[in-house]
């Protein structure tokens, strides 16, 4: 009897432990047997395409939020970093240029100053959380105002548009799978060797799972917030560059309520807001669900106004089950 | 008298907002030594332990470690030095595995920079084996016994490298047969030349491990003795200043009807057919090892679990227990086992934390809180269990520890209940005040409210209860008149070698 119920125990953990691929898999078979269309490779592609922006996101504000914390700027964070990236690399013809006078950059300039300035906007935000104690949800929600205004500064209200073939290339398809989600992958896969294999990433657990451990464990717990917050605003920077090559321009209210798509995709995943708990597969399939979700219910003809709804029911069912995996762990 | 000295604190000065918390004490500890540091509550044994350790800065005195004078270090800086600290209160990650538990903050590394999982669990499985705990260094720690937590932060210690090893009360929430088991490991850990500052409430226990004692009180450090020059009581005196006549104060007294009756109680693989009754003035003492189920038992009563099948009655009427808030409607109160987890609210003060439970009875018929009602209750219960405190404005995570816990227990007082459940009430407190709680259970028991007393300490078992009942792997395996029994018949029943409830046929045959 014994092995039986440590048995079924073992069987009920994974379960609940991968339960949200088995309702990815659930879904998809249902969008399926309605229209066979769905489950075709195109549209699988497509679907990847689309996750693939806020799915970057989502990773960096996994570890935000293992280290009990939050990012409601990254939004913003992407439309600044990617107006940076795309006002260096505007062809000589553009029509409106920000910097009339500059000439043709190497790609890598663009890109490289981009990724540098959005990691730096997401260590200030660590930085504010760490250093001055506030909470990351009003330190960022400043952020988030100060970012805006700061791109309608930049350019002055005006979008950003005639991009150079290597920003471009970003929003196109190697080997026909677009290179969103092959970045995406690249990120996923960074993301977690960073949260698994390194110290960065156990610190966050740490921080998340137990300030007070962690700090008498002599993990320098400003210096761990401070760079788990410059890599969500990394990752910001790299969904700024799949950006503006996929809508091959960028404007200054660009990427408006993506975080809150990112943060939601990573809670569907499992990841705890009351920190310590969340992994990377579990953001990357959160992602899925919600981008499943959004092309499925197209494909099958519910109305976009429903869509919405039916989403935020899943967002609260999704916590509602994970409150009660971890309210069973404790 | 140039005796070498592995740690000399000097003259440590520390204060807080409206607290001197040390006055100037001095600690001093040679190599291989286990070192016990007994005080009152908020004598300010754990302050000192954090200022050694780089957790507070001292605002005065000096700090020689191995002869060398340190000064303004983090505690990185301290682990380097070679001392670690394993916290008053339990404070592991409990959603990571004991691996990580044991390398947080120092994980072993590769030659590319990446966290060798391999070695570490290796080197963990050689860390458990020396604490003596077998356990697959993969889990999660949050699955582990208390007493497995405690291990696993030894081990963590002494993953560290650690010469110097602070234990600030490890043992207050193990049984007799862990405590054993920790000492062994303390030997171990002295006979390899390391030494440890051991803090605890147990007297009995300082005596039995330690090598040399320094006692504090009030910030003070009043006595630096060798265990075989003093005994218990002269040991007391120092520490509280007084004499301490009786521990256990109890008195017989009338006992009235039933007031909790227990049938067949089971919830899940917790505890099975816990049948069990209180009458009024009664108090029961729970007594078991640790895993036994007891504190699941009274949980369950409390509705804070689901029971799977039994029946509760009270004052001989079968009720239905399905939250906390049914329990104190039917006059019941709960202290819980886990003070930091699940009792204070520690950003909140005092007052708050005293009169949470009741709050209705502080509401005025305009609907708003009176509080000069909650601050003049509160001021009571300060006086009444002599809570060490500024005011009564202080917030509760800045008392002790053994404070903390009184503070909760006037929590209970106030609604007044007439069942009253303690679980372990006086782990990590000292004598004085304990003796003080043990006074307050007697005076209870006699204005005839029904006491559960859980304990781990036999002695306060066996000082305190009417009837014990001794409980081994969630079952019931005796309940005993508290008359003329001895403490190793309580072990055997714990053990489960004893069990007066053996079933009578043997029906699970296809189990
Ligand atoms: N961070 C703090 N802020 C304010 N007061 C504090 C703080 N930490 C400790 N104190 C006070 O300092 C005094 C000493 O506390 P400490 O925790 O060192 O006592 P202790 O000897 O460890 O007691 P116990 O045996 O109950 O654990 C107490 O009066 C306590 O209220
Ligand atoms: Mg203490």
């Known amino acids: 009897m014994n092995t039986q119920a440590e048995g079924m125990q073992r069987f009920y953990k994974t379960i609940q432990k991968y339960g949200i691929v088995f309702v990815l898999l659930f879904m998809m078979i249902i969008f399926m047997v309605i229209n066979p269309t769905f489950i075709s490779v195109n549209n699988l592609i497509k679907i990847a395409n689309q996750a693939s922006i806020y799915g970057i996101m989502a990773l960096g504000v996994t570890l935000i939020i293992i280290a009990r914390g939050i990012d409601l700027s990254m939004g913003s964070q992407v439309a600044f970093a990617g107006l940076i990236i795309a006002s260096l690399g505007q062809l000589q013809t553009a029509t409106f240029k920000v910097y009339p006078n500059l000439p043709e950059l190497p790609v890598i300039v663009p890109i490289?100053?981009?990724?540098?300035?959005?990691?730096?906007?997401?260590?200030?935000?660590?930085?504010?959380?760490?250093?001055t104690g506030i909470p990351a949800f009003i330190a960022t929600l400043g952020m988030t105002t100060i970012l805006r205004g700061a791109c309608l500064l930049y350019t002055k209200g005006q979008p950003v548009t005639n991009l150079v073939p290597g920003i471009v290339f970003f929003g196109e398809s190697l080997f026909g799978i677009p290179m969103p989600v092959i970045v995406y992958m690249l990120m996923a896969l960074l993301t977690y060797i960073l949260l698994n294999h390194?110290?960065?990433?156990?610190?966050?657990?740490?921080?998340?799972?137990?300030?007070?451990?962690?700090?008498?464990?002599?993990?320098?717990?400003?210096?761990?917030?401070i760079k788990v917050f410059a890599f969500s605003g990394l990752m910001c920077g790299v969904a700024a560059l799949v950006f503006a090559g996929r809508v091959r321009s960028v404007h200054p209210g660009a990427a408006t309520g993506y975080e809150l798509t990112a943060i939601a995709a990573t809670t569907i995943g499992g990841t705890s807001q009351t920190g310590g708990i969340g992994t990377v597969w579990g953001a990357v399939v959160g992602t899925l669900v919600l981008s499943v979700l959004r092309n499925g219910l197209t494909m099958v003809g519910v109305d976009g106004?429903?869509?919405?709804?039916?989403?935020?029911?899943?967002?609260?069912?999704?916590v509602i089950i994970d409150m009660r995996k971890n309210a069973k762990a404790n | 008298m140039s005796e070498q000295y592995l740690l000399e604190m000097n003259e440590i000065v520390k204060s807080f907002p409206g607290v001197k918390a040390l006055k100037g004490v001095t600690l001093k500890i040679r190599p291989g030594e286990i070192h016990g540091l007994v005080g009152e509550n908020g004598a300010g044994k754990s302050t000192l332990m954090k200022c050694l350790m780089g957790i507070y800065k001292p605002d005065n005195g000096t700090i020689l470690f191995n002869g060398k004078e340190i000064k303004n270090y983090s505690v990185r800086d301290a682990m380097n030095y070679g001392i670690a600290m394993i916290q008053q209160e339990l404070s592991p990650v409990y959603h990571r595995s004991i691996m990580s538990n044991i390398f947080l903050g120092n994980e072993p590394k590769t030659n590319l920079g990446f966290i060798d999982w391999n070695r570490m669990k290796?080197?963990?499985?050689?860390?458990?084996?020396?604490?003596?705990?077998?356990?697959?260094?993969?889990?999660?720690?949050?699955?582990?016994?208390?007493?497995?937590?405690?291990?696993?932060?030894?081990?963590?210690?002494?993953?560290?490298?650690?010469?110097?090893?602070?234990?600030?009360?490890?043992?207050?929430?193990?049984?007799?047969?862990?405590?054993?088991?920790?000492?062994?490991?303390?030997?171990?850990?002295?006979?390899?030349?390391?030494?440890?500052?051991?803090?605890?409430?147990?007297?009995?226990?300082?005596?039995?491990?330690?090598?040399?004692?320094?006692?504090?009180?009030?910030?003070?450090?009043?006595?630096?003795?060798?265990?075989?020059?003093?005994?218990?009581?002269?040991?007391?005196?120092?520490?509280?200043?007084?004499?301490?006549?009786?521990?256990?104060?109890?008195?017989?007294?009338?006992?009235?009807?039933?007031?909790l009756k227990v049938e067949n109680l089971s919830m899940g693989h917790s505890f099975k057919d816990v049948?069990?009754?209180?009458?009024?003035?009664?108090?029961?003492?729970?007594?078991?090892?640790?895993?036994?189920?007891?504190?699941?038992?009274?949980?369950?009563?409390?509705?804070?679990?689901?029971?799977s099948s039994g029946k509760i009655f009270i004052e001989g009427k079968e009720v239905e227990i399905n939250s906390s808030s049914d329990a104190f409607d039917n006059g019941m109160a709960l202290l819980t086992e886990e003070r930091r987890k699940d009792g204070i609210f520690p950003i909140l003060d005092i007052r708050f934390n005293t009169t949470v439970a009741n709050l209705k009875h502080y509401i005025r018929k305009s609907n708003l809180i009176n509080h000069q009602a909650i601050t003049a209750d509160t001021k009571e219960y300060i006086k009444k269990l002599d809570v060490k405190t500024p005011s009564d404005k202080q917030l509760i995570q800045f008392l002790s520890g053994g404070n903390q816990q009184k503070v909760l227990i006037s929590r209970l007082l106030l609604t007044e209940p007439k069942i009253i459940f303690l679980d372990e009430p006086t782990r990590g407190i000292d004598v004085g005040a304990k003796s003080e709680i043990h006074r307050l259970i007697n005076d209870l028991a006699h204005q005839g409210i029904s006491v559960v007393m859980v304990s781990s300490e036999l002695p306060e078992i066996m000082g305190m209860s009417d009837r014990i009942m001794v409980m081994h792997e969630g079952k019931v395996t005796g309940i005993l008149e508290n008359k003329d029994i001895n403490q190793s018949v309580i072990m055997e029943y714990a053990s489960g070698i004893r069990d007066d409830f053996v079933p009578a046929e043997t029906e699970r045959v296809n189990a």
């Open chain 1, 112 to 131: 490289a100053v981009g990724l540098l300035i959005a990691t730096l906007v997401g260590a200030t935000n660590g930085f504010f959380v760490a250093i």
């Open chain 1, 198 to 225: 390194t110290r960065f990433g156990s610190d966050a657990y740490a921080i998340g799972g137990n300030v007070q451990a962690a700090r008498v464990s002599g993990i320098n717990v400003s210096l761990a917030t």
């Open chain 2, 122 to 259: 290796v080197e963990s499985l050689e860390w458990l084996k020396k604490v003596d705990v077998e356990e697959d260094p993969t889990r999660e720690m949050h699955e582990l016994t208390i007493a497995k937590m405690r291990m696993v932060e030894v081990a963590r210690a002494l993953a560290s490298d650690a010469k110097l090893l602070i234990m600030d009360e490890p043992t207050s929430a193990l049984t007799t047969k862990e405590v054993k088991q920790l000492f062994t490991t303390m030997r171990k850990i002295k006979e390899m030349g390391n030494s440890i500052v051991f803090i605890t409430h147990r007297l009995d226990e300082i005596f039995e491990v330690c090598d040399q004692i320094t006692v504090f009180r009030d910030g003070e450090s009043v006595g630096y003795v060798k265990p075989t020059e003093i005994d218990q009581n002269g040991l007391i005196q120092l520490m509280v200043g007084r004499e301490i006549k009786n521990l256990y104060p109890k008195t017989e007294c009338t006992k009235g009807e039933v007031a």
């Open chain 2, 275 to 307: 049948s069990f009754e209180v009458r009024h003035g009664e108090i029961l003492g729970v007594a078991g090892l640790v895993g036994a189920g007891r504190t699941e038992v009274i949980e369950t009563i409390f509705g804070l679990h689901k029971k």
């Open chain 1, 305 to 318: 106004y429903w869509q919405q709804i039916v989403e935020g029911m899943i967002i609260i069912g999704a």
